[in-house]
């Protein structure tokens, strides 16, 4: 998914001078031709608050400022940027991700950002994406950019997923299964009610949200569709989210890294 990204915004960035990619000294040479960076496209280094201010001060000029770096980094350290920056003056842009929940298991829990998505669904002005797979991942950019939106989107490495190919089934049962992003099985297997599946808190918008009661599958500890949601739907909200167990490892392995991530209610 991340090759998909570049290849993506190279081809955009190339014949948009608008668009300007900050990288925060991640996928630098992946980017390069010829062993140079574009001239919209720049190393930033280690300075993610900056960068994503910078970026901001982009975007306020006219241009379209794609910020890319580690979750944590992003998410975390810069989120006053994010919030006071680019939510507050309704600014566009992306902020896109490297990994997942923690695809850098190895070097441990400073690299895992498990609750990036709730986070960011406490902001105003800003959408949010977990795509599934490459082809959902080129629309959302492409969207994002023709449509100026301010968005913030997860890659991942399929750390969660266990099944990629689900199609809605609507038959206006009383009780809805909404699964957000990285699929997240669920063990409860009961037919008796709709299911629906996106990528994107984008989505929320395409449904009629006639249910008793909808169960939300989170990608993310803490609520993030689930908060989103409530613009759409008032009535009982459960939210099924991924939970932190912090007496398991969570390094140098990722067999043990994913077992210290379990789903409760």
Same mark, same amino acid.
């Given at each position: 998914?991340?090759?998909?990204?570049?290849?993506?915004?190279?081809?955009?960035?190339?014949?948009?001078?608008?668009?300007?990619?900050?990288?925060?000294?991640?996928?630098?040479?992946?980017?390069?031709?010829?062993?140079?960076?574009?001239?919209?496209?720049?190393?930033?280094?280690?300075?993610?608050?900056?960068?994503?201010?910078?970026?901001?001060?982009?975007?306020?000029?006219?241009?379209?400022?794609?910020?890319?770096?580690?979750?944590?980094?992003?998410?975390?350290?810069?989120?006053?940027?994010?919030?006071?920056?680019?939510?507050?003056?309704?600014?566009?842009?992306?902020?896109?991700?490297?990994?997942?929940?923690?695809?850098?298991?190895?070097?441990?829990?400073?690299?895992?950002?498990?609750?990036?998505?709730?986070?960011?669904?406490?902001?105003?002005?800003?959408?949010?994406?977990?795509?599934?797979?490459?082809?959902?991942?080129?629309?959302?950019?492409?969207?994002?950019? @023709?449509?100026?939106?301010?968005?913030?989107? %997860? $890659?991942?490495?399929? #750390?969660?997923?266990?099944? +990629? =190919?689900?199609?809605?089934?609507?038959?206006?049962?009383?009780?809805?299964?909404?699964?957000?992003?990285?699929?997240?099985?669920?063990?409860?297997?009961?037919?008796?009610?709709?299911?629906?599946?996106?990528?994107?808190?984008?989505?929320?918008?395409?449904?009629?949200?006639?249910?008793?009661?909808?169960?939300?599958?989170?990608? @993310?500890?803490?609520?993030?569709?689930?908060? %989103? $949601?409530?613009?759409? #739907?008032?009535?009982?909200? +459960? =939210?099924?989210?991924?939970?932190?167990?912090?007496?398991?490892?969570?390094?140098?392995?990722?067999?043990?890294?994913?077992?210290?991530?379990?789903?409760?209610?």
């Amino acid at each position: 998914m991340r090759k998909a990204f570049i290849q993506t915004v190279s081809q955009l960035a190339s014949k948009n001078n608008k668009i300007q990619v900050l990288l925060g000294d991640i996928s630098v040479f992946a980017f390069k031709k010829n062993n140079q960076l574009p001239p919209n496209i720049y190393n930033m280094g280690i300075l993610e608050q900056s960068m994503v201010a910078f970026g901001a001060g982009l975007s306020a000029e006219g241009y379209f400022p794609i910020v890319h770096t580690i979750s944590p980094f992003i998410i975390e350290r810069a989120f006053e940027q994010i919030k006071v920056n680019f939510c507050l003056n309704n600014l566009p842009g992306i902020l896109i991700t490297v990994g997942g929940v923690c695809d850098y298991y190895s070097l441990g829990r400073t690299h895992h950002c498990p609750n990036d998505m709730s986070i960011i669904s406490t902001l105003p002005n800003i959408e949010f994406a977990c795509p599934k797979n490459e082809e959902s991942l080129i629309k959302i950019i492409k969207d994002a950019v @023709s449509k100026k939106r301010l968005i913030y989107i %997860r $890659l991942t490495e399929n #750390f969660l997923n266990l099944e +990629l =190919s689900k199609e809605n089934s609507i038959n206006k049962k009383p009780v809805c299964h909404l699964y957000c992003g990285e699929y997240i099985r669920d063990k409860l297997e009961n037919k008796n009610v709709d299911r629906i599946y996106i990528d994107s808190s984008l989505e929320l918008k395409k449904y009629k949200w006639n249910y008793k009661e909808i169960h939300v599958f989170e990608p @993310s500890v803490g609520a993030s569709f689930s908060n %989103r $949601l409530r613009k759409f #739907f008032n009535g009982k909200i +459960l =939210s099924n989210h991924l939970n932190l167990d912090g007496t398991k490892l969570a390094k140098n392995s990722f067999v043990k890294t994913r077992r210290a991530y379990e789903y409760k209610n």
